[in-house]
């Protein structure tokens, strides 16, 4: 911004003044400025600019140019008009309406600490204007009549605004996607606030205007039952609800609402896009229940609410930094970590030595490495280890591994296998059949594999995979996090480093040390275990054993997936020339529809296209038949037949018709 000047301004940039700062966010800070022009004319704005460290980051340029391009098209009553944008010696500014008022985020705050109610009318206001605003974004085309596909993604109580004399601005579109955007649209990258994101921005899915309908529903209810709808003592329980669209306190709440408010938010919180109403719809619904129950007045109401809880005396100014409130900073980190971090870069590492059974003794090595050690089998608890130069010790004596020594999950030993309700050897299909049972018959227990020195656990409750265990160190999380590229290696043992203080946890030490985000870990742990899951099923030599009512009394993590949708993924990558033979003795055998076709086929969740093959089956047809009729008609390649075939026999989907 250059070297502030005299003349009662902090300086100028431009042919602005610079009167003071208002808000200081991870990308911009936001200031009051006045242009000055011909015969005395002036004129208040907000000019955001750029932080003086990302100036030169051309990946901040580029976000900050987009914003600047998305706001020309936006000229809506209801949004934040953008006035200007330049450049002034490397530092992009843009200039935009300024806001007297408050946001729906400070109204919250306020009536938390007061515990007074927002009424429904203005409830509705609000969401009437802020639909409008989206809907015109959803609907906007270019000069060219081309649609722009505009999501707003960080539908948020920071960015939606009520002005003094009520009226609803919603702002930074500084996050949206456009539809020419290919480069900041890449699958799975995060944009949101969390506790504002629909179910699938959480699971990094394609997202269209219903995404913001869900959030824009979010807000809205908070409002109505002055808590957040998605809460969790961790940030992945968060995540967690959302994905699964757990409304559970709109359900429960004691506050009466008519059945077509509570109807009208279900209906826009609907877990899956299709389910939900595009904003169009959303703002008409809204419009008619506000026409029938004769609430004329929502500005009025609202303004005279922003009065009564003192958030507009003196007409207070809101300009958003853009992603100011982001739960998502760098700088997120607790005291004693900072303290622990700084201990550590002030003095030489602690080391560890290791002393086997035999008295062999191993190390020294740094506390990472020891960590790795135990998660990966490679020693038991029944070593001796030395801090330092103190004496040697059982591990459970040591605080910070006390997770790695006492939680079941992470043990290596065998032992608990002698008493196995079932056991054998892996080959082909085994793994696939071992599952499918188990996910059918509501199976409560662990399945232990191993194959040489390579073992893995995975832990069932009523057929759900609860968590899965691995000794294979590319499969650890911080191995796979850096992998992965989710974060360096640095970043990792400094994590390792803290771990103690987060329980033995590496994910939430992350966290907490601002290296990866809550949403970040959430999928990078989903991939991390559904690639432990896929593995498996290349084994075609090994053991398992199946022991009955073991729980792993870890904090346990959804692989996102069913067992029954692993299933259909593993089938995808299965070799042909496996489900071939698999299905050699069969091929000629005549087959029919099962009665569970109906609920099988919506529990593996199939692509269309098999779907379609498996459903149309006719009884008395072959799989040889079937391949003809769609290497002839049905436009599956052999493979896909293959795999659809597989499937649908080994699980029950089709049955033999002479038996």
């Known amino acids: 911004m250059g070297t502030p000047s005299g003349r009662g301004t902090l300086g100028d940039f431009g042919q ?69 944008f330049g450049e002034r010696e490397r530092d992009l500014f843009l200039t935009m309406e300024l806001v007297s008022g408050a946001s729906v985020a400070r109204v919250l705050s306020a009536i938390q600490s007061r515990k007074v109610n927002v009424p429904l009318d203005v409830v509705l206001h609000i969401g009437s204007q802020t639909a409008h605003a989206l809907r015109y974004a959803h609907r906007l085309r270019d000069d060219k009549e081309t649609a722009l596909d505009i999501v707003h993604r960080d539908v948020s109580p ?103 408010v509570r109807a009208m938010f279900e209906h826009a919180l609907a877990r899956r896009p299709r389910d939900r109403p595009h904003s169009g719809e959303l703002a008409e619904t809204i419009d008619e229940i506000i026409r029938r129950r004769g609430y004329g007045h929502g500005p009025e109401r609202t303004a005279r609410l922003l009065s009564q809880l003192e958030l507009v005396q003196g007409a207070s100014t809101y300009a958003p930094a853009g992603r100011a409130t982001s739960v998502f900073r760098t700088d997120n980190l607790d005291r004693e970590s900072a303290e622990a971090l700084k201990d550590e870069d002030a003095s030489a590492p602690v080391l560890y030595r290791i002393r086997k059974a035999d008295g062999a003794e191993l190390g020294p090595f740094s506390f990472p490495r020891l960590v790795e050690f135990f998660t990966s089998g490679e020693v038991s608890r029944g070593v001796r280890i ?109 994590a390792l480093a803290v771990l103690p203080r987060y329980g033995g946890h590496l994910g939430d030490a992350l966290v907490g040390l601002g290296v990866l985000s809550s949403i970040d870990l959430f999928r990078a742990i989903r991939d991390q275990v559904h690639g432990r899951l896929l593995d498996i099923f290349s084994w075609r030599q090994g053991s398992w054993a199946y022991v009955r009512g073991v729980r792993s009394h870890e ?105």
């Open 158 to 260: 920071a960015n939606i605004l009520l002005t003094v004399d009520g009226h609803v601005k919603l702002t930074d579109f500084g996050i949206a996607t456009i539809s020419e955007r290919t480069r900041r649209t890449e699958q799975g990258q995060v944009r949101g606030k969390l506790g504002y994101m629909s179910p699938e921005q959480v699971l990094g899915k394609p997202l269209d205007g219903r995404s913001d309908v869900f959030t824009l529903a979010t807000v809205l209810t908070e409002l109505l039952i002055e808590q957040p709808l998605f809460a969790g003592e961790q940030e992945l329980d968060v995540l967690v609800k959302i994905r699964d669209g757990e409304i559970t306190p709109l359900l429960e709440t004691q506050r009466r609402l008519p059945a077509e």
């Open 386 to 494: 030395r801090k330092a130069s103190g004496e040697f010790v059982s591990p459970d004596q040591l605080p910070e591994l006390s997770r790695f020594v006492t939680s079941p999950a992470l043990q290596w030993d065998l032992a608990e296998i002698e008493n196995s309700d079932a056991n054998g050897k892996l080959a082909s299909c085994v793994m696939f059949d071992l599952l499918y049972s188990l996910a059918r018959d509501r199976e409560t227990g662990v399945l232990h594999l191993w194959r040489g020195a390579k073992r893995k656990k995975i832990y069932l409750v009523d057929g759900v995979i609860e968590f899965v265990a691995s000794n294979d160190r590319r499969e650890l999380l911080g191995e796979h996090l850096i992998a992965h590229g989710h974060c360096l290696k640095m970043e990792v043992d400094m």
């Open 16 to 84: 602005y003044s610079i009167e003071k700062k208002l808000a200081t966010g991870g990308m911009a800070e936001v200031y009051l400025a006045t242009r000055s022009g011909p015969h005395g004319f002036e004129k208040q704005v907000a000019l955001k600019r750029i932080l003086p460290q990302h100036s030169r980051d051309e990946e901040f340029r580029t976000l900050f140019i987009e914003e600047a391009r998305m706001s020309a098209y936006l000229q809506h009553p209801n949004i934040v008009q953008v006035f200007d």
């Open 555 to 659: 904090d346990t993590f959804s692989v996102g997936r069913t067992p029954f949708e692993v299933l259909r993924d593993a089938v995808n990558i299965m070799p042909t020339d496996e489900l071939d033979f698999a299905l050699a003795d069969f091929r000629e055998t005549p087959l029919r529809k099962s009665p569970q076709l109906s609920a099988g086929l919506a529990a593996f969740r199939l692509d269309p296209s098999w779907q379609r093959l498996v459903s149309s089956l006719q009884d008395g047809t072959t799989c040889s038949g079937v391949l003809a009729r769609e290497t002839a008609f049905g436009g599956l390649d052999v493979d896909d037949v293959y795999r659809a075939m597989f499937l649908a026999i080994r699980c029950g989907l089709v049955e033999f018709a002479d038996r």
